[in-house]
């Protein structure tokens, strides 16, 4: 049974490191961030079999891909609150010779990251060439991905959906992180996308929805179920309904803070409405990152 | 002057199929994934021994780049098959951040590169790839000249860590090259010596570079041709050897000029060994309807037109 007051606190925590990372560097994505908290902590303690240390190869356990990068800010957050790399190492975000490029990658070794993503509607694609090697290796484990709505407005999303269930993709759960707002506004205004249930279901995936994406004991729950609708033949989508800005009331309900810091004031009008849990992350940056004055 | 045998035309992509039969046999991990073009890519042998790691995705290349590397999480090693044009200008971007970004052992495998798809026409030929392909940083760049280099070449990649970009063709070529040959990913080989000129050519250009010194070689002209399998990492070591020795260099290749293996090498010489050098290649065009041997010679890929590239720069020694 999950210590659910332990894990309220940890997302807490985890708002906390998005405000205080963005705002450190004036830039990066707080909104969508605040939005998937919630799954993020969910994932990381409650629904992957993984294991503590990292190899890049994740054989015998489950993997995690984010194919929507630009939320980098909670899944750095999660990540080293999960005892992949220092806590201390997020006060160098997108900072010059940090591990945490704006975006996710590889390329720095940061453990954690099987991909680099951030350009948009690559991770369906990467999950089901992770999740066909699962199956070829006799690998029980299962392969998690989320996207973001606006993102299937990618081509490349449909190339692979149409795989995954045309090749029985089943040991792969797609969570499309349902918030409605893109960065130029609602997705609906953007560019509209109907029906996506029904849309994945005419490809022929299982698809659930997690009706409050912001609710903790909800995406728990919700994830569980899912998991135990893999290996039925059909891959499963997970359409987590979330509020971008979630927990910080003048940054919900709206695209405005999809790719914008808050200022001083704001930060602190912030961190106040998600009080202190775990401590705040430490000032000290790590000794391989210099920062220049 | 050596002479070197056709010993019976062959088409380099059944060189690709042929190797990546053999893989399969002795390489487990080896995986193979096709967008619709199963037989243009020889592939059909792989497949059918061994369905299980055979990977048909359709018309959708940017899914199968995607899904290449996916696979190689968990130790697979893939290789990726279709025209060059869909494998490289098509999914640039799924190579850019998924593959090379990502450091990923995918090896794109590439047929009917350059202008030899003949009447099918620019839409489906390209010559631009090597130059896209060798942009990305990591990126190894190969083009081979024959069946049974194109053969040892699949396999040695296998065992090499990394992205690979291998480039074939699509018509029968002579075969020449030693059927045992010990593929060196990097290493160029030295096929003729000569003192008066160096002819550094790739893929099917190599044919076509030694005919021209045989022709040269008639006029007391002693040209020494290296193949450049590897583009990228260039064998700096090998060329500069040469160019110090003949003072001058025509490079060959069925590519554009711009951004192909003669670029590489004028930056190479640039900054260490400055030489005049003439390059064989297209002039910033798109490639048309024709023949395969039409093209060539319209485009002037061929060996009169390296026989007058190397009159020219000896002139300007």
């Given at each position: 049974?999950?210590?659910?007051?332990?894990?309220?606190?940890?997302?807490?925590?985890?708002?906390?490191?998005?405000?205080?990372?963005?705002?450190?560097?004036?830039?990066g994505?707080?909104?969508?961030?605040?939005?998937?908290?919630?799954?993020?902590?969910?994932?990381?303690?409650?629904?992957?079999?993984r294991?503590?240390?990292?190899?890049?190869?994740?054989k015998?356990?489950?993997?995690?891909?984010?194919?929507?990068?630009?939320?980098?800010?909670?899944?750095?957050?999660?990540?080293?609150?999960?005892?992949?790399?220092?806590?201390?190492?997020?006060?160098?975000?997108?900072?010059?010779?940090?591990?945490?490029?704006?975006?996710?990658?590889?390329?720095?070794?940061?453990p954690?990251?099987?991909?680099?993503?951030?350009?948009?509607?690559?991770?369906?694609?990467?999950?089901?060439?992770?999740?066909?090697?699962?199956?070829?290796?006799?690998?029980?484990?299962?392969?998690?991905?989320?996207?973001?709505?606006?993102?299937?407005?990618?081509?490349?999303?449909?190339?692979?959906?149409?795989?995954?269930?045309?090749n029985?993709?089943?040991?792969?759960?797609?969570?499309?992180?349902?918030?409605?707002?893109?960065?130029?506004?609602?997705?609906?205004n953007?560019?509209?996308?109907?029906?996506?249930?029904?849309?994945?279901?005419?490809?022929?995936w299982?698809?659930?929805?997690?009706?409050?994406?912001?609710?903790l004991?909800?995406?728990?729950?919700?994830?569980?179920?899912?998991?135990?609708?893999?290996?039925?033949?059909?891959?499963?989508?997970?359409?987590?309904?979330?509020?971008?800005?979630?927990?910080?009331?003048?940054?919900?309900?709206?695209?405005?803070?999809?790719?914008?810091?808050?200022?001083?004031?704001?930060?602190?009008?912030?961190?106040?409405?998600?009080?202190?849990?775990?401590?705040?992350?430490?000032?000290?940056?790590?000794?391989?990152?210099?920062?220049?004055? | 002057?050596?002479?070197?045998?056709?010993?019976?035309?062959?088409?380099?992509?059944?060189?690709?199929?042929?190797g990546?039969?053999?893989?399969?046999?002795?390489?487990?991990?080896?995986?193979?994934?096709?967008?619709?073009l199963?037989?243009?890519?020889?592939?059909?042998?792989?497949?059918?021994?061994?369905?299980?790691?055979?990977?048909?995705?359709?018309?959708?290349?940017?899914?199968?780049?995607?899904?290449?590397?996916?696979?190689?999480?968990?130790?697979?090693?893939?290789?990726?098959?279709?025209?060059?044009?869909?494998?490289?200008?098509?999914?640039?971007?799924?190579?850019?951040?998924?593959?090379?970004?990502?450091?990923?052992?995918?090896?794109?495998?590439?047929?009917?590169?350059?202008?030899?798809?003949?009447?099918?026409?620019?839409?489906?030929?390209?010559?631009?790839?090597?130059?896209?392909?060798?942009?990305?940083?990591?990126?190894?760049?190969?083009?081979?000249?024959?069946?049974?280099?194109?053969?040892?070449?699949?396999?040695?990649?296998a065992?090499?860590?990394?992205?690979?970009?291998?480039?074939?063709?699509?018509?029968?070529?002579?075969?020449?090259?030693?059927?045992?040959?010990?593929?060196?990913?990097?290493?160029?080989?030295?096929?003729?010596?000569?003192?008066?000129?160096?002819?550094?050519?790739?893929?099917?250009?190599?044919w076509?570079?030694?005919?021209?010194?045989?022709?040269?070689?008639?006029?007391?002209?002693?040209?020494?041709?290296?193949?450049?399998?590897?583009?990228?990492?260039?064998?700096?070591?090998?060329?500069?050897?040469?160019?110090?020795k003949?003072?001058?260099?025509?490079?060959?290749?069925?590519?554009?000029?711009?951004?192909?293996?003669?670029?590489?090498?004028?930056?190479?010489?640039?900054?260490?060994?400055p030489?005049?050098?003439e390059?064989?290649?297209?002039q910033?065009?798109?490639?048309?309807?024709?023949?395969?041997?039409?093209?060539?010679?319209?485009?002037?890929?061929?060996?009169s037109?390296?026989?007058?590239?190397?009159?020219?720069?000896?002139?300007?020694?």
């Open positions: 049974m999950a210590d659910y007051k332990a894990l309220e606190d940890l997302v807490i925590q985890v708002r906390r490191d998005i405000l205080r990372q963005v705002h450190k560097v004036n830039s994505h707080p909104g969508g961030s605040l939005g998937c908290t919630e799954f993020f902590v969910a994932l990381y303690n409650e629904i992957l079999e294991k503590d240390s990292f190899a890049m190869d994740g015998d356990e489950d993997i995690f891909f984010l194919s929507n990068g630009h939320i980098s800010p909670v899944f750095y957050s999660v990540l080293a609150r999960s005892g992949y790399f220092p806590v201390s190492e997020l006060n160098t975000f997108r900072l010059l010779n940090s591990r945490l490029q704006g975006h996710p990658t590889t390329h720095e070794g940061l954690g990251i099987r991909i680099a993503s951030g350009s948009l509607g690559q991770g369906i694609s990467v999950s089901i060439g992770a999740a066909l090697t699962k199956k070829l290796n006799k690998d029980n484990h299962l392969v998690y991905t989320l996207c973001g709505d606006g993102e299937l407005q990618e081509g490349q999303n449909w190339e692979a959906i149409m795989y995954a269930a045309g029985g993709v089943d040991n792969l759960i797609v969570t499309v992180d349902l918030n409605g707002q893109q960065i130029d506004g609602s997705t609906d953007v560019l509209p996308m109907g029906n996506i249930k029904a849309k994945f279901e005419a490809f022929g299982d698809v659930m929805d997690i009706e409050n994406g912001n609710d004991k909800a995406v728990i729950s919700g994830m569980k179920k899912a998991k135990e609708k893999t290996g039925s033949g059909k891959p499963i989508c997970v359409l987590l309904h979330t509020v971008m800005g979630n927990g910080v009331d003048f940054m919900m309900h709206t695209h405005d803070w999809h790719g914008k810091a808050p200022d001083d004031q704001q930060l602190e009008n912030a961190l106040s409405q998600n009080p202190v849990t775990l401590g705040i992350i430490s000032p000290t940056p790590s000794p391989s990152i210099r920062i220049y004055p | 002057m050596k002479k070197y045998t056709d010993t019976g035309k062959k088409d380099t992509r059944s060189g690709f199929g042929d990546l039969t053999e893989l399969g046999k002795k390489n487990e991990d080896v995986v193979a994934l096709c967008a619709d199963t037989g243009s890519l020889k592939m059909d042998d792989f497949k059918k021994n061994h369905p299980e790691r055979f990977f048909q995705v359709g018309i959708a290349e940017a899914n199968m780049i995607g899904m290449a590397a996916g696979m190689t999480i968990g130790g697979k090693i893939p290789f990726t098959g279709t025209f060059a044009n869909f494998s490289t200008g098509r999914v640039y971007d799924q190579i850019r951040q998924s593959v090379a970004y990502s450091g990923k052992n995918v090896k794109i495998c590439a047929s009917h590169a350059g202008l030899t798809l003949g009447e099918d026409g620019a839409t489906h030929q390209i010559l631009e790839d090597i130059g896209l392909m060798k942009m990305l940083p990591g990126m190894t760049v190969i083009n081979t000249c024959d069946y049974n280099q194109t053969k040892a070449a699949t396999i040695a990649i065992d090499y860590e990394g992205p690979v970009y291998l480039r074939f063709g699509r018509p029968k070529v002579a075969n020449f090259t030693p059927e045992d040959q010990n593929f060196q990913i990097g290493k160029a080989v030295l096929l003729q010596e000569g003192a008066d000129v160096t002819i550094i050519a790739t893929g099917h250009l190599v076509e570079a030694l005919q021209a010194a045989e022709t040269l070689f008639e006029k007391g002209i002693h040209a020494e041709v290296i193949n450049i399998h590897t583009i990228k990492p260039l064998d700096d070591e090998a060329i500069l050897k040469s160019v110090k003949t003072g001058c260099v025509v490079t060959a290749e069925e590519h554009n000029f711009l951004g192909g293996l003669g670029e590489s090498v004028a930056r190479l010489l640039s900054t260490q060994h030489a005049p050098q390059l064989i290649a297209t910033d065009t798109f490639g048309e309807s024709g023949t395969p041997e039409q093209l060539m010679d319209k485009y002037g890929l061929n060996a037109a390296i026989v007058n590239a190397v009159n020219k720069v000896i002139a300007r020694k």
